[in-house]
């Protein structure tokens, strides 16, 4: 075990970062093909698609379309799960629902979507939403559905009604959970946005890779696969950051809680 | 005044039966009484509790409270719960802020009544803990803190000392008893425990179990304020403690029964 907040445990993220680019530079080299480029030559190409005001564009237009998608998914899905959670009769009316739509895999939508949206934003957004919409109910249901009965009548009895119940009691109750939700949600945002440019190719981060692999540019799609990479550890460390505070009761400050009596 | 009148409670099982969790009861407790309810677990005396609060619509028969019948919880109707729950996500000051700001108590007077609440409940200086961070006993000197906040009348208290050590539980009753002692509120206290009953109470409602009856009410003539010490060498105490158990043993022959 690495001791945590010592510097090797700090470092370690970096460390295992460029171990693999090491491995990645080992192995093509030894291969020498055209289709796989040399982590040097794939990072190479990064300022230079990131220095280009039109792939910038495509990938703004992308965190874009992930953005809408993420937030009206999440507007949705945790009022949803939440009161799934609390009412056996809402519950039942959506859980076959969700049971049908989960092992679809969402991009495969993607093509009946286009037919009736278009190749447009709405096509991308409403793709984006299904994939974050899905452990976000979940998670919420779960997280409702655990709130502790006597905690409820613990507010009854100081007078907040069932609508108040719903917001000041279970929302903050289940939000760990809720939180754990979004946080699947997030990455699923990302695969759901490049999977859905890849498909409907117009504009993005996915249409760049895709188009460069088909004229054969591979240290573009290979540098593109490292800044959706990026976005995702950026994304996913910033989400984990909000969390943290947003959650911080739920964390033991102590490793043995305080007594006295 | 609390009056239960014929209240029976029956629960849906998965089986075919319905399970009689409560026959017939009645009671009547008068103002500023510290009664026990007592019994083996399975015989409803939490049930009566929470048709008491409001929390459980009885089958049969109505509970009243002031003449008015019961039909929901009321901030009159204070529980304290063996399980504390208390809110996860708010400080222990917080917690019992709770109650008065719900009531429209103006921010800074809702605070100064708390801090004065947790100094009385013995924890001052923790006002700004999460609950997460306290032992099982501060955890319920908070939740007791948190229902006086909002003043009720009544005290429901669901076997709140059943899930703590015998040496925090026996401070926590000596507290109770304190605290009572200054404003006598009515108090239902439901337990399990026949010391615990005879050392709080003015009167111990004694029940069978399946289905669950008042076996008999037992008044506890003794004085006040009590001290452990001198009551456990009480040959009157030990009297009551002795009489209760028999009753009790007497009740839980047939308590193989379904």
Request: charged letters at 20%; glycine letters at 8%.
């Amino acid at each position: 075990m690495i001791p945590p907040g010592t510097i090797l445990s700090r470092a370690a993220p970096l460390l295992a970062c460029l171990g693999l680019l090491a491995i990645w530079q080992a192995a093509s080299l030894t291969l020498r093909t055209d289709s796989f480029p040399t982590a040097w030559e794939a990072v190479r190409t990064i300022p230079s698609i990131l220095g280009d005001k039109e792939s910038l564009i495509n990938i703004l237009a992308s965190l874009r379309r992930m953005a809408i998608g993420f937030g009206v998914g999440i507007a949705v899905s945790i009022p949803l799960g939440l009161l799934m959670g609390r009412s056996r009769a809402v519950a039942s009316f959506f859980n076959p629902l969700l049971m049908i739509v989960y092992p679809v895999p969402k991009a495969a939508l993607m093509p009946i979507i286009m037919l009736w949206l278009g190749v447009g934003e709405l096509a991308k957004i409403l793709v984006i939403f299904l994939g974050v919409s899905l452990p976000v109910i979940y998670h919420s249901f779960q997280g409702a559905k655990a709130v502790e009965e006597k905690m409820l009548w613990s507010g009854a009895a100081m007078g907040l009604s069932a609508a108040q119940r719903m917001i000041r009691i279970v929302l903050p109750a289940a939000l760990p959970e809720i939180l754990t939700g979004c946080r699947t949600g997030l990455v699923l945002a990302l695969i759901t946005m490049v999977t859905s440019e890849m498909i409907a190719r117009q504009s993005g981060a996915g249409n760049i890779l895709f188009n460069s692999l088909d004229m054969g540019q591979y240290d573009t799609v290979y540098a593109m696969i490292i800044i959706i990479g990026a976005m995702g550890i950026g994304l996913d460390a910033a989400f984990e950051k909000l969390r943290g505070r947003l959650v911080k009761w739920s964390e033991p400050g102590f490793e043995i809680p305080l007594s006295f009596a | 005044m609390i009056e239960i009148d014929s209240v029976s409670q029956v629960f849906q099982t998965s089986g075919r039966d319905n399970f009689l969790a409560l026959s017939d009861i009645s009671l009547t407790i008068g103002d500023g009484a510290f009664v026990s309810i007592l019994g083996p677990s399975g015989c409803g005396k939490s049930t009566l509790l929470y048709i008491v609060g409001g929390f459980v619509n009885p089958t049969q028969g109505v509970a009243k409270m002031k003449g008015r019948a019961i039909t929901g919880p009321g901030p009159d109707r204070g529980p304290v719960f063996q399980e504390f729950a208390l809110f996860p996500w708010k400080s222990v000051l917080g917690n019992v802020m709770y109650g008065p700001r719900q009531q429209g108590v103006k921010p800074a007077e809702a605070e100064a009544q708390s801090r004065a609440l947790l100094e009385m409940v013995g924890l001052k200086g923790f006002e700004n803990f999460y609950p997460k961070e306290l032992s099982g006993g501060m955890k319920q000197r908070v939740a007791l803190a948190r229902t006086l906040a909002y003043h009720p009348a009544v005290l429901l208290m669901d076997e709140p000392f059943g899930a703590l050590d015998a040496h925090t539980r026996t401070r926590l009753q000596n507290d109770l008893l304190n605290i009572w002692e200054r404003d006598r509120k009515t108090v239902l206290f439901v337990t399990h425990s026949v010391d615990e009953a005879v050392f709080l109470s003015d009167k111990v409602v004694v029940m069978t179990r399946s289905p669950g009856r008042i076996k008999e009410i037992v008044d506890i003539d003794l004085p006040r304020p009590r001290r452990r010490s001198e009551l456990l060498l009480d040959p009157r105490y030990q009297k009551y403690v002795v009489d209760i158990e028999r009753m009790i043993d007497d009740t839980s022959e047939n308590e193989l029964r379904p």
